[in-house]
């Protein structure tokens, strides 16, 4: 129990303070591949879930980032991975970076396009570049001390002044981003593996939920129907009903059968 309000105040703390630095007008976020009647599902920036997948536009994009490394800089203990994924942003990110790097154990840059040192920096300040890697397509926030926190998201395939991704202030997921980020630089990997299992999962979870939820209005909508008519409910009727719902039921869990196999096939 302890734990869990540990979290829970790391995620209010996280949230209420990327509230701060919005504007009034742009305190909802959507959540991605989920939606109500077809409709999409927004919800306030207080009331996110770490773990969960949202479409952010730049300026909650930049408000997570920016929370993050303010609590990185206030702590002051582990390594700290920024992004810049914008060509020209590293350049004009200088001083920036070096009163970051001042206030964190270590800093870890991603850059696109051409970089070098940090001006004055020292070797507390790690440069990498990542042009042509998978991770120029990412937005990177990511703080490995205590507490441990990462914001990620990248491109939105179907709306690109859209970013989809998460939050999360889990050690193991983080564990597994950095893993991954290491295998990129190094030019081991080519995918952003971790992110790309997250996003399938969390794509699957949220398609049987739309299908359980839909199947169950359906189902609502025939009972109310046959105890307005109980005389249409015949035994072949009922039957067909009952057949309907167990077939049902085994197309839902086929769902995340498909995408477990395609997690585990050499694509990923």
């Keep these: 129990m302890k734990g869990r309000n540990i979290e829970k105040s790391t995620e209010q703390a996280l949230t209420r303070d990327v509230l701060q630095r919005v504007p009034p007008g742009q305190r909802f976020v959507q959540e991605a591949f989920t939606s109500d009647r077809r409709r999409p599902v927004l919800v306030r ?3 996110m879930h770490a773990d969960t997948f949202y479409y952010f536009d ?4 930049c408000a ?10 206030h702590h002051g203990n582990g390594r700290l991975t920024l992004s810049c994924s914008v060509y020209g942003e590293f350049q004009s990110q200088q001083r920036r970076l070096q009163r970051i790097a001042s206030k964190v154990e270590r800093l870890r840059v991603l850059a696109v396009g051409a970089c070098g040192r940090v001006a004055g920096g020292d070797n507390s300040i790690s440069v990498h570049g990542i042009t042509g890697t998978v991770l120029a397509n990412y937005r990177i926030a990511m703080s490995e001390g205590v507490p441990h926190l990462l914001f990620v998201c990248r491109e939105a395939a179907s709306d690109r002044q859209r970013a989809v991704g998460f939050f999360t202030w889990d050690a193991e997921t983080i564990d597994q981003i950095a893993d991954d980020i290491e295998l990129i630089l190094r030019g ?10 997250l996003q399938m999962l969390h794509e699957t979870t949220q398609r049987v939920t739309r299908e359980l939820e ?4 359906r189902m609502e909508l025939a009972i109310r129907r046959a105890r307005r008519r109980p005389d249409l409910l015949t035994p ?10 167990i077939t049902k039921m085994e197309q839902l869990k086929e769902i995340p059968r498909r995408a477990l196999r395609a997690i585990d096939s050499p694509r990923y």
Excluded at 58 to 61: N, P, S
Excluded at 188 to 197: D, L, P, S
Excluded at 214 to 217: A, G, L, P, Q, T
């Design 45 to 47: 920036l207080s009331e």
């Design 58 to 61: 730049e300026i909650g994009a």
């Design 64 to 73: 997570f980032c920016d929370a993050i490394v303010d609590s990185a800089m």
């Design 188 to 197: 081991i990997a080519a995918r952003f593996v971790t992110f790309e299992r």
């Design 214 to 217: 839909s199947y169950s209005r």
């Design 236 to 245: 072949a009727r009922f039957d067909r009903i009952v057949g309907q719902a």
